[in-house]
Each structure stands twice: as C-alpha cells, then as structure tokens.
C-alpha cells in the first residue's frame, strides 16, 4: 500500500503540492487529474524521488521512501517504475537496449556497461518488446519510432523492472486518439494481469473514466477530489478545470470571440 | 483578408514601440562598443609586439633569400628538385621518424580524449550534484589547457629524460584539457528526458552515463578527437625540437647546423603529413557531422 502523509513541495515562493495525504491500495489503478499547473507531475516525481518533498512522508509497504540514499533509492526506484509524456528513451540506442535499461538494476554493472547483457535478461526484454507488438523492430533507433511505438517501448522498459507500482506522467498527451488507446490498454493489461499497482496523470476526463477504478483531483497542489469515477460529474469537473473544462472533457472547443473572429475572416 | 487586422489603441501601443527602440538601441551601442574594443585592442597589441613596417620591409628579403639557400643543392648545381634522390638522401630514418611522430600525436590524444570526456561529465553541471568535485574537474582541464604542450614537454624531458615519452604525456595532458572543455559544451547541451529516464528506473550514476548520456554526445566527443588528433600532429612536429621524440629532433638539428636541404626536405615530409591527416580526418569528421 502506498500512503502519502502531508505531502508538501516548493518551489521558491510557489506551492506545487500542499500537505497532500493519500492512500492507495495494492493494485489500483488510480488516475490523478487537475489543469496544468495542479501538481501532479510534482507529485509522481517526488514518489519516485526524481524530486525531494519539503515536507512530509510517502511510505511503500510500511517503508519511508522519502529518506532513502545510495544503493538503496536505486533499489525503490526499480521497483517504481516511471513513464513520461515525452517517452524520456534514448533516442541513438537500439530499442532493446533502451528496454534494457529497466533490466539495470538486475544485471551486474560490468556487464551491462559493456552491453554484455545477460542471456535471460534479453529474453525478457525481448518478450516484453513483443507483448506490446514490437518485437520486429527491436534493433532500430528509439528515435526513429513514432510517439506511440516509442510510449510503448518505455512501457515494456517499465515492465521489465518487474516493478511493484507504475507511475504514469500524462502518458498519452504527445499520442494522436488512436496510439492513446493502445497505450492505456496496455498500462491496465499490465494492471490486470501482473497486479501492478498504476497511479496515471491524465489530461483527458474521458481515458481517466473509462481506465480508472478511482480518480484522484487536484487544485492548487490540495487533494480535492477523491472518489470513483462515476462521481465525477461535469459540475465536479467544471470546478476543478474552471475555463479548461471543455477542452478535457472532449467537447469542441468554445467559439472565437466576435472582434476576433472577424478580424480572421 | 477582407478587413484590415485591429489596431492596439495608441495609448498601449506607444510604450511597446518605445520599449522596443530602447532595447534596440542598447544593442547599437553594445555593438559600437564592441567594434571600438577591436580596434583599440590591435593597436595596443601592435604596439606591444613592436610591429615596425618598416623594419619588417627591411628584413623580409632577408626571409626570402632564406628561402633561396633552402632550395639550392649545397653540393653546387641547381635546384633540390632537379636531384630528389640527393635532396631526399636520409628519407628511410626520416620517415620512421615521421611515424613516430604520428604515433605520438595518437597515443597523446587517446588518453587525453579518455581523460577529457571523464573530466567533461563530472564538471557538468546538469549530471553531477557535488560543487566542489564539478569546480576540482572545471579548475584541473582549465591549468591542463592554459599551460601550452611545449611547456609541458620541457618539463618531462628534465623528469623523464630525452625521448618519445614526455611527448605523449605532453600532447595527453594538453589534449585532456582541451576536450575536458570543448566535451563538457556538449555534455551541459544534452537533452535531459533520457537521463531521467534512466535514473527513473534506478540507474546508477555510471550506468546513466553510459546509456543516456554517452550516446547523445558520442558524435560530437568522436569529431572533437578526431580534430585534436590532427592539431596534436602538428604539435608533435615541433616537440622534438624540446627533445620530446619526433621529426622535431631532426628538423631542429638541421636548423642549428645549416643544413639547408635537410631543412627543405624536413618541411616538406612535414608538410606533406599534415595534409594527408588533416584531409583524413576532415573526411572522417565530415561523416561524423551528417550521422548526428
Ligand atoms: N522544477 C521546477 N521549478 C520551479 N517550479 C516548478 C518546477 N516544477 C514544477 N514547478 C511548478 O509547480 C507547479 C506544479 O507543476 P506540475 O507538477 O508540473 O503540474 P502539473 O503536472 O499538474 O501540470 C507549477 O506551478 C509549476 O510551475
Ligand atoms: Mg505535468
């Protein structure tokens, strides 16, 4: 279980999460939605440490994680696994490779140093690689993959950590309707069958609905929302994304205003 | 378009453009301030070498007539070229002598490229937390590139003795901080989402290094070198001339006891070496350029 207690992150002046508390049970599948600017990127960042909180603790299974050093906060990141908006692969090496850095932490440093990777471990990669359809393009550069092959080789990078939480950062925001889809098909196959708890940004109210088993709202940096998905109504969405709200709930978009919209034509 | 665009009200507008010819104008005057920053800079600098136009008159024949005793056969005859045999006579140590010196501009880059892209990565602002290890790195390639190869050399020799050695260490430690600098332009203008990427998903630092960072920089660290390895060429020619190995040895001995064919033939086989590198490696470099 993943328990956030007074969870609080400045930046200078700025508040980016504020004494955010959360539980979350093995095996969620829980969505964190807010406008831009919210805190959520702030949030997933801190679970994974790729940031420190100001104040406050997150504890994995009982363990503190937020005063890990050393050899032991490369262990939790491991067993954390992370995937980005901008997919965050090397984009001159192989895919394989690229999936292989979740092997890391598995594989005696000489050796993947050298890239003298394990037998096994390239099995494992490559098995991954071809669950999420990608097995043929293994030796290609991750650069020259489209957005939604590349989300896909960083999900399979994410699987092989054998990871015991997933955290998602807007993973489908830089993918056209179709790769999001797959991309979170994917993320909740993962959740389903290997249990892997996922906690997932989300730009989009409708992916978050029909994924989610609970969603997670924030205004401001504060936990304002916390519910399933069918309590969030569009006069709770209206509250928490003000002026946005159309914008995610997949309406078309509002009209041009008048002086404008002459001025154009 | 059949309407024209709106127009701010003049009230808004006026400051904006006012701002706007401040800023402009700021950029003038640092501009003219520059330019005149040149100007006065080579004068002074004139002044200090002593340029003198006419004493540089003066003596210019004097270079030319130089050139004249290189180029004639001292056994009397004509020109060198007319008896390359002759002109060429000591070609075969010449030429290992070359080899040499080649090998020494290889070696003295190789550890310095090793060097240098180690000290690039922990002087990095973006990859290494620790202040006082990144400015130790920053401060050590700055004293192994302010202090020129020849000095270095000079140096070896009186520790080490005469010979190819102080020269390799002299290019080396040059060449690391050389490309301690230029590397570390590229390691602070990597694109971060890969390294976090990795991080992310518990990489060690080494190991972060290795897969996000090393194959951003690997094309530009590759042309560096290369590029390196043509100056060391150069450098190594004139090492000898300290007793730091090489054609340096020879050339500088035939300076002293006016062998003036030798002299000649020396320049040229020099000469000659560096274009050949210099054209290598520019192709190699070239190559390098187009894969990033
Ligand atoms: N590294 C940073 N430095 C300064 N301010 C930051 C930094 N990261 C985030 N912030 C600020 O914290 C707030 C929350 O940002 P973020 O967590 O990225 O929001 P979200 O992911 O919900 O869009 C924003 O106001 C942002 O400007
Ligand atoms: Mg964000």
């Given at each position: 279980m993943l328990v956030i207690q007074g969870l609080t992150r400045r930046f200078g002046a700025a508040?980016?999460?504020?004494n955010l508390s959360l539980e979350i049970p093995r095996g969620a599948f829980v969505g964190v939605i807010g406008?831009?600017?919210?805190?959520k990127s702030t949030l997933l960042r801190m679970i994974n440490r790729l940031q420190d909180p100001s104040e406050g603790q997150i504890l994995w299974q009982g363990q503190d994680i937020t005063t890990l050093r050393g050899a032991e906060l490369l262990a939790w990141r491991a067993r954390c696994a992370m995937v980005f908006q901008q997919f965050?692969?090397?984009?001159?090496?192989?895919v394989l490779t690229n999936v292989l850095v979740g092997r890391l932490h598995h594989v005696p440093t000489w050796r993947a140093l050298l890239r003298m990777w394990p037998q096994a471990d390239r099995a494992i990669a490559l098995s991954a690689l071809e669950q999420f359809?990608?097995?043929?393009?293994?030796?290609?550069?991750?650069?020259?993959?489209s957005g939604g092959q590349q989300q896909r080789v960083a999900l399979a990078r994410a699987l092989v950590q054998e990871p015991e939480i997933i955290l998602a950062d807007?993973?489908?925001?830089?993918?056209?309707p179709r790769n999001a889809e797959m991309v979170m098909q994917a993320l909740a196959d993962i959740n389903q069958r290997y249990g892997i708890t996922v906690l997932c940004n989300l730009h989009s109210l409708d992916l978050a609905r029909r994924y989610c088993t609970r969603l997670v709202g924030l205004a401001h940096g504060r936990l304002v929302f916390d519910d399933v998905?069918?309590?969030?109504t569009d006069a709770v969405a209206q509250s928490l994304y003000g002026i946005e709200a159309r914008d995610v709930m997949d309406s078309p978009p509002p009209a041009l205003p008048d002086g404008f919209a002459a001025a154009v034509a | 378009m059949s309407q024209a665009l709106p127009l701010l009200p003049a009230a808004q507008l006026a400051p904006l453009l006012a701002a706007y010819a401040r800023s402009r104008r700021a950029v003038f005057w640092r501009g003219l301030l520059v330019a005149a920053c040149l100007v006065a800079g080579s004068l002074a600098s004139g002044w200090m070498a002593e340029v003198d136009l006419g004493k540089f008159g003066k003596h210019i024949g004097g270079f030319f007539s130089y050139f004249d005793r290189l180029t004639r056969l001292e056994g009397g005859g004509g020109r060198v070229w007319t008896d390359p045999g002759e002109w060429f006579w000591g070609l075969r140590p010449w030429l290992v002598q070359l080899g040499d010196t080649v090998l020494m501009a290889y070696a003295g880059t190789l550890f310095g490229a090793l060097g240098g892209f180690c000290l690039a990565v922990l002087g990095a602002a973006n990859l290494v937390q620790n202040q006082p290890l990144r400015w130790g790195a920053k401060r050590l390639a700055e004293f192994c590139r302010t202090v020129p190869d020849l000095v270095f050399a000079l140096l070896f020799v009186i520790a080490?003795?005469?010979?190819?050695l102080p020269g390799v260490m002299a290019l080396a430690i040059h060449s690391l901080g050389a490309l301690g600098k230029q590397n570390s332009e590229l390691v602070e203008n990597i694109d971060m989402k890969p390294v976090e990427g990795a991080i992310a998903a518990g990489a060690s630092w080494v190991a972060m290094v290795r897969f996000a960072v090393l194959p951003q920089i690997l094309p530009g660290f590759l042309s560096y070198s290369l590029l390196r390895f043509e100056i060391n060429v150069r450098g190594a020619a004139v090492l000898g001339f300290v007793?730091?190995?090489?054609?340096g040895q020879d050339l500088i001995e035939a300076v002293r006891k006016f062998y003036y064919n030798d002299v000649a033939a020396l320049l040229v086989l020099i000469i000659l070496t560096v274009v050949v590198i210099d054209t290598l490696t520019g192709l190699l470099r070239r190559r390098l350029l187009e894969a990033r």
């Open positions: 508040t980016a999460v504020d406008r831009s600017g919210a805190g965050n692969l090397s984009p001159r090496l192989d359809g990608m097995g043929t393009l293994a030796a290609q550069a991750a650069g020259q993959l807007e993973p489908v925001a830089s993918l056209d998905p069918a309590a969030l | 080490f003795g005469l010979g190819p007793g730091a190995g090489g054609i």
